[in-house]
């Protein structure tokens, strides 16, 4: 009993958002260690890891040959295992230290509910080579939903919809399971992706996705807005020269906008397959956004344009996962109740 509550005391248990784009880290008594971009850069030639997380962001694009880049998470899951484990235990032992005396953390980690069993067991034998003693996963819009503040245990309908980088989730949540659910795999990397494509077809320059997610940060928005706003930006032509063009908000909105529509339209399927009751109840209390690709300008507008329901912001989209880990940490019973199979 009194040993249990002193190796307890020294346990600090964590929550992990494994993001396609970002990973964030919530250790129980302290909140949002680390938050750092999903990706390690190796060295081709020795397989040796150089960097995790931002100090691997910063080499993308503008690493010679030997240096790679990798980014171990695609569409929300894991495409590559190998360096998802490397990933995942440097963010561990930077979280919790390396004492050999420590009990292991127990580990809840947030997943896309479109999971596979093949993907499900991969995060979790990851997370137990990093280090965890027991772990959870846990649907990212319900850890999206609890750090949004819903009240997800209640008889109560409420809408979560969290765009991250590579996964779009959608989820209707009451009595503290997930009624209905939508997961797509489009969402803020897309986005960039189709203004790489469109700058390629309509004006000849390649630009790499760090410049491609720059231009939707300034430019990109949901609806096309009235004022016409321009942007400098440099990138190769086809011959292989630096070339510096112009191109304006309203061209980046066109770009992206077959994936907004799909965005917006998983919304839509999901209240049309709700319950009635509970989509009564979405009605009343709006849609609430998560995640950094929501930020997309006009985006809440747009959604409830096409939807007719209001729309508002969790606080921190970026964050509302981990936080979201992070209160469910302070309460196994509900782990137990709320963790996938
Ligand atoms: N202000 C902004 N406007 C538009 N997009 C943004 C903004 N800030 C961040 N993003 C986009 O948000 C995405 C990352 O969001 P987030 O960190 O929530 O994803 P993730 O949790 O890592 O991914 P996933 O949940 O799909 O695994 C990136 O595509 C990024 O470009
Ligand atoms: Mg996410």
Known sequence: MVLGRILRSFSSNIGIDLGTANTAVFLEGKG?????????????????????????????????ENIQAIRPLRDGVITDFEVTQVMLTYFIKRVIGHSILRPKPITVIGVPTGITPV??????????????????????PMAAAIGAGLPVEEPIGNMIVDIGGGTTDIAVISLAGIVISNSLRVAG???????????????????GEQTAEKIKIELG?????????????R????????????????????A???????????????LERTPPELASDI??????????????????KRIEMDTG???????????AVARGLGKVLENIELIRRISME
Do not use: F, W
Request: hydrophobic content about 45%; aromatic content about 2%; some cysteine.
């Open 283 to 300: 009605a009343d209390r709006g849609i609430v956004l998560a995640g950094g690709g929501s930020l997309l300008r006009n985006l809440d």
């Open 256 to 270: 992206i906008e077959d994936t907004v529509s799909s965005i917006v339209n998983a919304v839509r399927t999901a």
């Open 32 to 64: 949002i260690v680390l938050y750092e971009p999903s990706i390690v850069a190796i060295d081709t030639k020795t397989g040796r890891v150089l960097a995790v997380g931002k100090e691997a962001k910063e080499m993308v694009g503008k690493t010679p």
């Open 189 to 207: 990397d897309e986005m960039n992706e189709a203004i790489i494509q469109y700058i390629k077809r309509k004006m000849n320059l390649l630009i």
């Open 221 to 233: 928005s949901a609806l096309m807005e009235e004022e016409e706003i321009e942007m400098e930006i």
């Open 235 to 254: 990138g190769r032509d086809m011959t292989g020269l630096p070339r510096t063009i112009v191109i304006t908000n309203h061209m980046v909105t066109e």
């Open 309 to 319: 329901i209001k729309c508002t912001y969790a606080d921190e989209p970026l964050t």
């Open 119 to 140: 993907e499900k067991r991969a995060v979790i034998d990851a997370a137990k080579s990093a280090g965890a003693r027991e772990v959870y996963l846990i649907a990212e």
